[in-house]
């Protein structure tokens, strides 16, 4: 089975720059995620949708972040401008619903360095 | 969310069963214990979940206390791959709340040959 897919694996960039990371959730799965993880802060949630439609951004950091969930097997999630303090790795995830028994399963992660 | 508390760093040998605390003295009844590992630069797995019942699936067991204050993920016999950062998670159980796994700096634990 085909897990979570996220791409590009990595991502170099100069700061000033528009990054892009695309998520692929599980077929089948309703809810997607996005979290950030750096050695200082941990993993951090983002952003989650349902249905396609954002349920709640309160951990997106600033109004250069944004994601979109177009249909129900794409996710985006940009950057513009990106600093150096977006490098990190960004991690998308899905689940059958957000009820609290409902697994979350997490893709590889995007590698970003902005320099 | 109640929040966990977990030692920072555990050793096991190789074979042996890896048993790993968390606390999570302020829990509340309608909340859930979850446990997520990350292995050196891959994505949080899931390995299990549990409301006030001890769970066992093919990957490792839970067992949770009585009171439900702490629990236990147990790892049967530890290879050199379950080497990884174990996160031990409590997940509110509200129509408010869905869907959000809080991370905290979980415990790295370190199976040696």
């Known amino acids: 089975d085909a897990g979570v897919i996220q791409s590009p694996r990595h991502e170099v960039t100069e700061m000033g720059q528009e990054v892009t990371l695309r998520c692929k959730p599980i077929?089948?799965?309703?809810?997607l995620f996005w979290y950030r993880q750096t050695m200082m802060r941990g993993l951090e949630l983002l952003i989650y949708f349902n249905n396609n439609v954002p349920i709640d951004d309160s951990g997106m950091p600033e109004d250069r972040f944004s994601a979109k969930m177009p249909n129900a097997s794409f996710s985006t999630l940009k950057i513009q401008p990106s600093e150096p303090r977006d490098s990190a790795v960004y991690f998308c995830?899905?689940?059958?619903?957000?009820?609290?028994?409902?697994?979350?399963?997490f893709g590889p992660g995007t590698r970003l360095l902005v320099l | 969310d109640a929040k966990t508390t977990q030692p920072p760093s555990m050793d096991c040998a190789e074979g042996r069963a890896a048993n790993l605390p968390c606390n999570h003295s302020t829990i509340s009844g309608n909340e859930y214990v979850y446990w997520y590992r990350q292995i050196h630069s891959q994505g949080p797995q899931y390995i299990i979940h549990?409301?006030?019942n001890n769970e066992t699936n093919e990957m490792a067991s839970l067992i949770i206390t009585e009171d439900r204050k702490s629990s236990t993920l147990i790892l049967p016999h530890a290879t050199l791959r379950d080497t990884a950062v174990y996160y031990c998670?409590?997940?509110?159980?509200?129509?408010?709340?869905?869907?959000?796994?809080?991370f905290g700096q979980g415990t790295t634990l370190q199976v040696k040959p």
């Open positions: 998670i409590v997940r509110l159980d509200s129509s408010s709340n869905t869907g959000k796994l809080i």
């Open positions: 549990g409301l006030k």
């Open positions: 077929s089948g799965h309703n809810s």
């Open positions: 995830a899905s689940s059958l619903g957000l009820a609290v028994t409902k697994t979350q399963y």
